[in-house]
């Protein structure tokens, strides 16, 4: 037939019996994509020798005909003098008969293949046409195969199987059927073996795991060898001993059922730091719950944060919970791959709880899922699992620490109620201690029981102290050590966060913010955060509110451990100056905005470090930012007096000062001031020991006290007239009139108001001058001069509406109400006060609000209308009470009680 180019001319024909194929189709399947310029001259060349070729052959050819149409050749010929054409039609009519004629047909089919196709035929397309028919032919000999089976002549079809796989060595399909074959004649070793070496080959040299089709098959191979079917599948029963006297989580163990009975597929992950008692949970509600799980329990600890270090693979529990399933040693799969997919087929549609306790993370886990519907998969981490979640959409249900009641009931329960109630002080104390964590409340549990005769305050006093507390938790093993489970957590940990988990044990507060956290990491706020991402992961810290960070007590305290013992002193001393500077720079600016005209000071912070700010833009954002970080910043100056940096102690109770007087904290202020007053004497500088006595005089004047206020209040306005601070000295004769008229002192009072009056006025401040104004208004009130102390308010009114000041403008509405009052104008005085009310509440003056609301009542008695006048003295007198000022509402509770109703 020619040149293998001619002869693929022919091919093409003859596989198009019959249809017209286009000269360009035949072009491009003799030369592909570069057909060379004479092409349809060759082309025709080819067609004339062929035409040729077959008349010559007469009879031979059965008629065959190659014409020329328009555009194209088709080559007319029977079917059935074409093998391919013989060879699908056989297949066609085996398919639609029984398995008996079907095999017969299909054999006489595959009896035409003697060698490949298209033998001395070359070319792209010669190669993509040959592979196809190879596999037209691969399909027939596995439909021959299945009817065989079906026949029960598996020993016939292994020679030419063997052959087959032997000359398709990649062919998946294949390799299957020969280990079906050899399943079959009962060869499964030989099947198994054959498995291995597929996969062998597949993954060496082309780098791909077996279909999944070869894996089914070989896992129906495993199954068969290691469950025979005469014998019952045995049911596991893992679970250890649930845990006694368990009385607690009544919310969590409802929460789990919940979780469990929401669908199919479950699984359940109880996450929680070290030691708050997820395995107890797990254990409690599993056995609570044997009826779900009728076919069995899977039960392995992987001891992901034990303190030995000897974390259990799960490739390990994976290999445990085959035989638990009864597969023998000897039909192990060798494959982890295998070993999975085979623990899948054995759980299959089995009720089962599969119990996987201290897991690492999700990879732990993962290898070991079911995938049946059927099973509830219940895990215990001290890292969150977000992975699991999200690739297999666990249910969470985080731990915290018991209620105050459920610590007290477990201690009770374990040491006896006599006990509790005789030592009911001293048991309170130790539950403090333990922070609700149930680790240490039963290690503290176990102490008192194995020593009943001796007193709980024996334990308490151990554990008082922050530095030997963790001491008195350590009962000599290391699984229940509170500070070894709280040292294999913080071994999990990557460096940086490691490092950061001791720096952040040194933050004197109980919480600290992202801000305030970044500044003591040394570390720009995106990755401060990613730091305490992991953090939170393992549980060692908790967001419990956004942005807003906290450890539990005794976790802390191991923090504060791995500090002292991991991190260099200068790397702590370094840490915390950020930290103070970090609250000081930020109260500085929070202050300012809340009292702009407020006396400024030059801050000289401990370091100079450049951390970011928190925005604040306006005053109610500084409130917010002062609410937030109140009690850390408390903190921070006991700290920072505590180490010895006075002008950071001096310049941060300056910060605070404003917050605690709008806010009426009142006993903070006067401590914060006596803790400053202390750092400026050590300071020996004139201005701050000015500033110290003038500004404690004055909180303590605020807190009712009496002794000792106007001493200060002289020895400040000495000490700054000596060191010629006019504006100070003026500020100072303003806080002495307050004070004097606190004490019905009026014409002393006047005296020093109207000082800092006409120094106000030298100094050319109008705020400054409002303020004094309204003193003098206020002085001159109280001798009765009303006509001349409403001049001197309705023009510090008109001052502070020009300069905005809304804490001026209240506080003098509430002069000139008081003013207009005592003139007789009540309902006059009522619209001034309620808008000083109003004023107040917008910036947050928490502190002069009762003030007002009383005279409010005042006025409305004085109208008659003793309704009103009642309920805004109720409305005062529990805002006192919320402030603390006892002396002030039990005034105004006399008022209520003498009022009519």
Not at 362 to 375: E, K
Not at 597 to 626: C, K, M, Q, V, Y
Request: contains cysteine.
């Amino acid at each position: 037939m020619g040149t293998p180019r001619q002869r693929c001319v022919l091919a093409v024909l003859l596989i198009e019996k019959g249809s017209v194929v286009p000269t360009e189709k035949l072009i491009e399947r003799v030369w592909a994509h570069s057909p060379p310029r004479e092409a349809r001259s060759t082309l025709y060349s080819y067609v004339t020798r062929i035409r040729a070729a077959i008349q010559s052959r007469g009879t031979e050819t059965d008629g065959a005909e190659l014409v020329r149409h328009a555009g194209g050749y088709a080559l007319h010929v029977a079917p059935e003098r074409v093998d391919l054409h013989r060879f699908r039609q056989l297949v066609k009519k085996g398919r639609a008969a029984d398995d008996e004629r079907g095999s017969t047909l299909l054999r006489r089919a595959l009896a035409l293949w003697q060698t490949d196709a298209l033998t001395g035929v070359s070319g792209m397309w010669a190669e993509r046409t040959r592979v196809q028919l190879d596999d037209e032919r691969i399909m027939a000999y596995l439909l021959y195969q299945d009817m065989q089976l079906n026949l029960g002549r598996h020993e016939e079809l292994l020679p030419g199987l063997r052959d087959l796989v032997a000359s398709h060595p990649f062919d998946e399909r294949l390799a299957a059927r020969l280990m079906t074959v050899l399943d079959r004649c009962g060869r499964q070793a030989e099947a198994l073996r054959l498995y291995e070496q597929v996969r062998s080959q597949l993954a060496e040299q082309l780098g791909v795991d077996p279909s999944p089709e070869l894996r089914e098959r070989h896992l129906e191979l495993l199954s068969s060898a290691s469950t025979p079917a005469a014998l019952t599948p045995p049911v596991p029963r893992e679970l250890p001993l649930p845990p006694t006297g368990f009385e607690a989580r009544a919310r969590e163990l409802a929460e789990l059922s919940r979780m469990n009975e929401q669908g199919e597929d479950v699984i359940l992950a109880l996450v929680g730091t070290g030691g708050i008692g997820k395995t107890y949970l797990a254990l409690y509600w599993a056995h609570q719950h044997l009826d779900r799980f009728p076919d069995g329990q899977l039960y392995a600890n992987l001891r992901g944060f034990s303190p030995t270090g000897e974390h259990l693979s799960s490739s390990t529990v994976l290999r445990n919970f085959l035989e638990s399933l009864g597969v023998e040693p000897s039909a192990m799969p060798s494959d982890g791959d295998a070993q999975s997919a085979l623990y899948r087929s054995l759980v299959a549609g089995r009720r089962m709880l599969v119990v996987l306790d201290d897991v690492r993370d999700a990879a732990d886990v993962i290898p070991l899922l079911p995938g049946s519907p059927a099973c509830t998969v219940l895990v215990t981490s001290r890292n969150k699992l977000t992975g699991l979640a999200v690739t297999h959409g666990a249910r969470t249900l985080t731990l915290d620490v018991f209620t105050p009641d459920e610590a007290h009931g477990m201690l009770t329960r374990r040491i006896g109620t006599m006990r509790a109630a005789a030592e009911a002080e001293t048991l309170m104390a130790l539950l403090e201690h333990c922070g609700g964590l149930p680790l240490a409340i039963g290690i503290l549990a176990s102490r008192a029981t194995a020593h009943p005769e001796f007193p709980l305050a024996f334990l308490a006093e151990e554990l008082e102290g922050e530095s030997s507390r963790l001491d008195a938790l350590d009962v000599g093993d290391s699984s229940t050590d509170v500070r070894a489970v709280f040292a294999s957590s913080y071994r999990a940990l990557p460096s940086g966060a490691a490092r950061s988990f001791g720096l952040l044990g040194l933050a004197p507060s109980s919480s600290i913010s992202l801000s305030a956290a970044a500044a003591l990491l040394a570390l720009p706020i995106p990755r401060a955060r990613t730091v305490l991402r992991t953090l939170e992961a393992a549980h060692l810290v908790q967001q419990h509110v956004p942005l807003r960070y906290r450890m539990h007590d005794l976790v802390r305290l191991y923090a504060m451990e791995v500090a002292e013992c991991h991190l260099p002193a200068d790397t702590h001393e370094a840490a915390m100056r950020r930290l103070i500077s970090f609250y000081l720079r930020s109260a500085h600016t929070a202050d300012r905005m809340l009292y702009p005209n407020r006396l400024d000071i030059e801050l000289t912070p401990p370091s100079n470090d450049g951390a970011s700010l928190p925005p604040i833009a306006n005053t109610a954002e500084a409130l917010a930012w002062f609410d937030a970080e109140y009690s850390c910043l408390l903190a921070a100056h006991r700290f920072s007096a505590a180490r010895g940096w006075d002008t950071a102690t001096s310049q941060l109770a300056w910060t605070l000062d404003t917050y605690c007087w709008r806010r009426c904290h009142q006993a903070d202020r006067v401590e914060i001031w006596k803790t400053g007053f202390e750092a400026a004497e050590r300071l020996a500088d004139p201005v701050h020991r000015a500033m110290a006595r003038w500004r404690l005089g004055f909180a303590r004047g605020h807190a009712g006290e009496r002794d000792g206020v106007i001493d200060l209040l002289n020895e400040a306005l000495a000490l700054f007239t000596e060191a010629g601070d006019a504006v100070s000295q003026a500020q100072v004769h303003q806080s002495l009139g307050w004070a004097l008229s606190q004490r019905d002192e009026h014409e002393l009072s006047l005296h020093h108001a109207e000082r800092a009056l006409f120094m106000y006025q030298a100094l050319g401040n109008s705020v400054w001058e409002a303020n004094a104004l309204n003193s003098v208004a206020w002085c001159l009130a109280q001798l009765h001069q009303h006509d001349k102390a409403l001049l001197h308010g309705e023009r510090a009114l008109e001052l502070f509406r020009k300069s905005d000041d809304r804490d001026g403008e209240a506080a003098t509405l509430d002069s000139i109400g008081y003013i207009v009052h005592h003139m007789g104008r009540y309902r006059e005085a009522i619209g001034y006060y309620r808008s000083a009310v109003r004023l107040r509440n917008v910036i947050g003056n928490a502190a002069q609000e009762p003030d007002t609301l009383v005279r409010i009542g005042d006025s409305h008695a004085a109208l008659g209308e003793s309704a009103q006048a009642r309920a805004a003295w109720e409305r005062a007198a529990l805002l006192y009470r919320g402030q603390h000022r006892v002396r002030q509402a039990e005034k105004v509770q006399a008022m209520l009680d003498a009022s009519p109703r």
